[in-house]
């Protein structure tokens, strides 16, 4: 019963952490950190995709598991990659050095003391978001109960990175409606200053303002300000006389 206790801890202590302004990376490390400590793993890792799609290491629960996982990514195979590619759970190999599914991994594995791999994705229905990677300093089985709670801490950490992307954009969002909206109320003010200055109607007023924005190559909001300042010479809006 203390392991269980543990173990839900460890999902409200988790999901205590899904506040707004959280730290993935913070997150992801004690994911890390409670699988080396509940599941009798040896170490653990996490990498995440890119918007462009590569995976990076993101996570790991010792120095000798970060060095791992970076070898893994520049020989391009190991159980990381392969949970990431397939969606699915890449199920526990016994390594050999220089042999299996990954030779040029197994080999550096062996080399750091680790016998045997396991790697479970990140996956939130259909999106997968990057991988789970467990190694052990034996060759025994983990207990499935093992591989369940592993299940749990992925998906509870694949929800939270959602969720963060979530309110990331909608932040981004908010704060490009935020200065659309500025910038439109300090062109309508520039509008009202031209169209005084020059003696002209607020139409022609924009469209004298954006053809010297284009001209000089600036900004539409840039040239609304100086304009409402005073910084621009008013003969500027003032087209040349025909001949």
Partial sequence: ??????????????????????????????????CVSLLGVSAAGVMLASPAGGLGLVASSSE???????????AQEGPCLDAFHSG???EQENLQAGSGRW???????????????LALPLRLREMTLGALNLLSASQAPIEEADV????AFA???????????????????????????????VIEQAKGVISER???????????MRNYARFNNLRL?????????????PHVWTPPSRP
Avoid: C, W
């Fill in 221 to 233: 909001t840039d040239v609304a300000r100086r304009a409402v300042d005073g910084s621009l010479d």
């Fill in 198 to 208: 020059v003696g002209i109607g607020m139409a022609e007023a924009f469209s004298r």
């Fill in 64 to 74: 000798a598991m970060r060095l791992l996982e970076l070898f893994e990514l520049q």
């Fill in 148 to 151: 369940i709670v592993a299940r």
């Fill in 1 to 34: 019963m203390p392991r269980e206790a543990d173990v839900v801890r460890a999902l409200v202590e988790m999901a205590d952490t899904l506040v707004e302004d959280y730290d993935v990376v913070e997150l992801l490390t004690g994911l890390t950190d409670r």
């Fill in 103 to 117: 030779p040029l991994f197994a080999e550096a594995a062996v080399k750091a003391g680790f016998q045997s791999a």
């Fill in 88 to 90: 699915e759970r890449v």
């Fill in 155 to 185: 998906d509870l950490a694949a929800l939270s990175i959602l969720q963060h992307r979530a309110s990331t954009e909608a932040q981004r969002l908010n704060e490009q409606l935020s200065a659309a909206l500025t910038s439109r109320i």
